[in-house]
C-alpha cells in the first residue's frame, strides 16, 4: 500500500462510515481478482449489492421507505 492508499483509508475510518458499506465500496472498484477475493469472502454482501445494482433505484422489496 502507498503512502496515499493509507492516508485515504484514515480519512475514510475517520468518517466512520457502517462496515458493509466500505465492503460494498471496496466490491464497486476492485478489479477482477479482487472482487473474486471479495465475493468469496462476502457472499451474501456481493448478492445483495448486485441485487440493489439492477433494482430500480436500488430498492428491493422490503425497504424502508424513506
Excluded: K, V
Excluded at 5 to 16: K, T
Amino acid at each position: 500500500m502507498s503512502r496515499h492508499e493509507f492516508d485515504e483509508g484514515r480519512r475514510i475510518a475517520a468518517n466512520d462510515p457502517p462496515f458493509y458499506a466500505i465492503i460494498q465500496a471496496a466490491m464497486r472498484r476492485a478489479d477482477t481478482f479482487n472482487a473474486a477475493r471479495l465475493r468469496l469472502m462476502f457472499p451474501e454482501t456481493w448478492a445483495e449489492l448486485d441485487a440493489r445494482y439492477n433494482a430500480p433505484g436500488g430498492a428491493l422489496p422490503g425497504d424502508d421507505e424513506r
